[in-house]
């Protein structure tokens, strides 16, 4: 039988378990005088006892995923223009002969995401005119990063060319200017996400830097050998490689959630991964690998009741569903501004007050500093204090030009909109021979990677792309992940609002070609 454990263990490639036991000696402080032998075996025992027993479907989960799974029943998809009744109602389902999709198209300025038609809304982002081999683009790896409407890349332009300057540092008109702009930014980036205050925004590059400088500010510190962080299988090795390198430096291990075969955590094995030596947990809020929506709040709730702190990673669900930290009770949240139709290099760090407060500074230098002297520093409050240095300033401001964006049209009737065109997709692509989609959560959002029987990744993203489509193939920043369901990669198609079924409909389209 192979425990959770040793399966995380294996399919992580962390120390082996001789490694861990040796670890784990350090975690029992009564046996610290014994001699480094009996210690080891002693501590062996004891960690293989206090291991959670295997629920009864581990050994499955260990052997891989198995065939694929039944696909889901999905109810039709209604369009707009279906619930009004017009002639083009009921002309979706697969049909028999898939080259009479040719035939399966119909007009999305009929289709409604708020209140703007999808027509209007596309009209918005300049890069749709672009033609890819020929063909028109088909952008579906918005997961890496999303497309920039118009309003974003103005926004960009009005601010090099009537705001430019350093903020908060002088006394003329255009610090004036940049400034307002810069911290009505952080203002809109606090309402978006539901934050008490802006002061509890911290401007970073990215999701990345977000999750490096909590683990580096606020974590790293409090970090004794044996102290456990947990995470989950669903992780990005943004939300990976930062806390290893803490532990790493602090003799803390790593505790990892499993998932089941859908892709979704196991709730109740995540509660008994937190014991007294657990320090802190970080979270995806939406996979980037599978899409699977986690039951983040619950998880909070979880940690919480534990007094451990969580981390939430955002990159992924910012941009498809309506997020509320505060209703998460997330201690941190981090998100990027690339992933919803803002500029790259710009992100967001969102902190509870306290937790602010009690973090160190992540990097010093200017801005950061109330007083220096050669012999000390005194420093601003949050968030400043985590901003040295001159700040990315121009992106911030497009970063807030694109949630005044999605503001307008709206999360919910965003998310309702992707929602049914993933339904679609799901459907759609269920009937393509030798295709087997990787994540069935029933909460899932934006992503439908996959694998084709007897095609490889590269093979079939390079025939896509011959197609006008854009999609990832690999293993996505997430290779924990996948070798949990036994692949080294998948290819990942993933949704926006802007997206439509007429593409959903090339894409499977060229699916069947290539099948
Ligand atoms: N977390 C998740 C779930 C992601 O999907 C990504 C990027 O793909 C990141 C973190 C890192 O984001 P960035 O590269 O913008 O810092």
Not at 226 to 236: F, K, P, R, W
Request: hydrophobic fraction near 40%; charged fraction near 20%.
């Amino acid at each position: 039988m192979t425990t959770p454990e040793e399966f995380n263990l294996r399919a992580w490639g962390l120390p082996d378990p001789a490694e861990l036991a040796a670890l784990a000696a350090g975690w029992f402080p009564e046996f610290a005088g014994a001699e480094p032998a009996a210690r080891t075996a002693e501590a062996t025992a004891r960690t293989a006892a206090a291991r959670p027993r295997a629920p009864a479907d581990w050994e499955a989960l260990a052997a891989g995923p198995g065939p694929s799974p039944e696909p889901p029943a999905y109810a039709p998809l209604v369009l707009p223009q279906d619930r009004a009744g017009s002639a083009a109602a009921g002309a979706y389902g697969p049909p028999p002969d898939p080259a009479a999709r040719t035939g399966n198209t119909y007009k999305y300025s009929q289709i409604y995401v708020g209140s703007r038609s999808l027509e209007a809304i596309r009209a918005d982002f300049p890069i749709f005119r672009e033609q890819v081999n020929g063909r028109d683009l088909v952008w579906l790896d918005n997961a890496a990063t999303t497309q920039r409407p118009r309003q974003v890349i103005d926004r960009l332009s009005r601010y090099y060319e009537r705001e430019n300057s350093n903020v908060h540092r002088g006394a003329h008109e255009l610090a004036a200017r940049s400034t307002d702009a810069y911290e009505d930014a952080r203002g809109k980036a606090a309402r978006f996400i539901g934050a008490p205050s802006a002061d509890n925004i911290v401007f970073v590059r990215g999701a990345t830097e977000g999750i490096n400088l909590a683990a580096q500010a606020y974590v790293r510190p409090y970090l004794k050998p044996g102290d456990e962080i947990v995470l989950t299988m669903l992780e990005h090795h943004a939300n990976i490689v930062p806390w290893q390198l803490v532990a790493g430096e602090t003799g803390a291990v790593l505790r990892v959630a499993p998932i089941d075969r859908t892709g979704q955590i196991v709730l109740s094995e995540y509660g008994r991964l937190f014991n007294s030596r657990t320090r802190f947990a970080a979270i995806t809020q939406v996979s980037n690998a599978l899409g699977t929506v986690t039951p983040a709040a619950e998880m909070v709730q979880i940690a919480h009741s534990r007094g451990v702190r969580v981390l939430i990673d955002g990159a992924q669900s910012v941009s498809h569903l309506p997020v509320n930290v505060s209703a998460l009770d997330a201690d941190f949240f981090v998100f990027s501004g690339h992933k919803i139709f803002g500029p790259t290099g710009i992100g967001v760090l969102y902190g509870k007050s306290d937790v602010l407060e009690a973090a160190r500074p992540y990097q010093g230098g200017g801005n950061m500093i109330a007083d220096v002297t050669f012999e000390r520093t005194v420093y601003r409050k949050a968030p400043a204090k985590f901003e040295a240095g001159t700040g990315n300033i121009a992106d911030a401001v497009g970063l807030g030009a694109a949630l005044d964006y999605v503001s307008a049209i709206g999360m919910e009737n965003i998310a309702a909109w992707e929602r049914e065109l993933l339904r679609y997709a799901m459907k759609e692509m269920a009937g393509v021979p030798g295709l087997r989609l990787i994540g069935t959560a029933a909460e899932k959002a934006s992503v439908f990677s996959f694998v084709l029987e007897g095609r490889g990744l590269e093979e079939t993203g390079s025939y896509l792309n011959s197609r006008g489509i854009a999609v990832r193939a690999g293993h996505h920043c997430a290779q924990p992940v996948h070798r949990y369901f036994g692949l080294e990669g998948t290819v990942r198609p993933s949704l926006a609002f802007y997206n439509t079924p007429e593409e959903i409909d090339r894409l499977v389209r060229a699916l069947y070609e290539l099948a």
